[in-house]
């Protein structure tokens, strides 16, 4: 079994040195290579990679790319360098020791996973020198993939970018790769069925400066959403597309001397069933699993729960004397959150 170890690198001239001496004590007595990847770093990080090859002549290949075009691209072109069956995915950084690649070889080694993740979440994994602030943002992160994504919901850290996987899974597969979360790409688009996640210790950095910065945050929603196909998006222009049902078919039905009671319950009730309509054959299309009828049994008890959540955040809001406009608003944004996250999670899991 032969182990390719792919490695991004961005501004690392003082940590890439002691990663290559630790993976090569780590790896000692495992076939390997060690594939660098650099996006013409300004402190000379590629100059250092050459030097190392050139130091350890066979073991280390080196790809200098002539700008900034992402760390997940970067892992992509390592991925189409590599010789490896089975591909490591690591930072440059030291917070991914190599010391654990040895638990995280051996599922794979032993035929029992295609895809080995370090787990910061799982029992006994943890993060060394986060702040309060920065561990929130990872959760939530986490939160809104498994919200989003359902193929990363039995996973406890689908954010890691420390991770071990066999060639085979990603053979035929294409990417199209944003921002720094990979692993939610492969997710998605190879729905391994053997995975692991096993605990380590994320470590605090020591030398250089985060890559991290608020166009990360942004390249990351953007990509969530892209992975998704739009889902929450689409679901949100449904709900608006009912909204004009729902209107249309009231002002319609009053005209006609409709009793004003009758004819609000037939609008809301039409709205509702365009919204499954439209959910199911466009939003969630291929996502039905329970049956059309009980589906839209499931749907109803969703957008109730969803309006019950309006209502009672614009009862809330209004008594703390806050515009009633706005009130509305904020109901509607938390009762759409109900909705779309039963509809993920109850009508169209």
């Known amino acids: 079994m032969k182990i390719s170890v792919v490695i991004p690198t961005y501004n690392e001239r003082e940590n890439l040195p002691i990663l290559v001496d630790r993976l090569f004590k780590a790896l ?30 066979g073991k280390i290949r080196v790809l200098k790319r002539p700008n900034k075009l992402g760390l997940a691209s970067a892992i992509i072109d390592g991925f189409k360098l590599s010789y490896g069956d089975v591909i ?35 029992r006994d994994g943890y993060i060394e020198g986060w702040s309060f602030w920065r561990v929130l943002v990872s959760r939530i992160a986490t939160l809104i993939s498994h919200m989003i994504l359902p193929e990363t919901r039995s996973i406890k850290d689908p954010m890691s970018g420390f991770f071990i996987l066999r060639r085979s899974i990603i053979s035929g597969s294409s990417f199209n790769p944003k921002g720094y979360k990979i692993l939610l790409e492969i997710l998605v688009k190879t729905r391994p069925l053997r995975f ?6 994320f470590k605090a950095r020591k030398l250089g400066s985060s890559k991290l910065n608020f166009n990360e945050y ?37 005209r006609f001397s409709l ?56 009862a809330v809001l209004v008594f703390f004397n806050l515009h009633y406009i706005i009130s509305q608003l904020i109901g509607i944004f938390l009762g759409y959150l109900v909705n779309y996250v039963l509809s993920e999670y109850y009508v169209w899991s």
């Open 259 to 314: 009793n004003i009671y009758l004819a609000s319950a037939c609008s809301i009730e039409i709205s509702i069933v365009n919204n499954y309509l439209f959910n199911t054959l466009w939003t969630f299309r291929n996502r039905l699993k329970s049956g059309f009828i009980k589906a839209f049994a499931r749907y109803h008890i969703a957008v109730a729960l969803g309006a019950v959540m309006n209502w009672a955040v614009f």
């Open 88 to 122: 490591v995915v690591m930072d440059a950084d030291l917070q991914h020791p190599p010391e654990a690649l040895r638990s995280l070889i051996k599922p794979i080694e032993a035929g029992n996973a295609d895809l080995v993740i370090a787990s910061r979440y799982v």
């Open 196 to 201: 692991v996640e096993i605990p380590y210790v």
């Open 28 to 57: 000692n007595g495992f076939d390997f290579e060690i594939i660098i990847i650099d996006d013409n770093s300004p402190d000379g990080t590629w100059m250092v990679a050459e030097s190392l090859m050139l130091k350890y002549s």
């Open 218 to 254: 942004v390249n990351f929603l953007n990509h969530i959403f892209k992975l998704s196909n739009y889902r929450p998006l689409k679901f949100a222009l449904v709900g608006l597309s009912g909204v004009l049902v729902n209107l249309g078919l009231l002002e319609m039905l009053i």
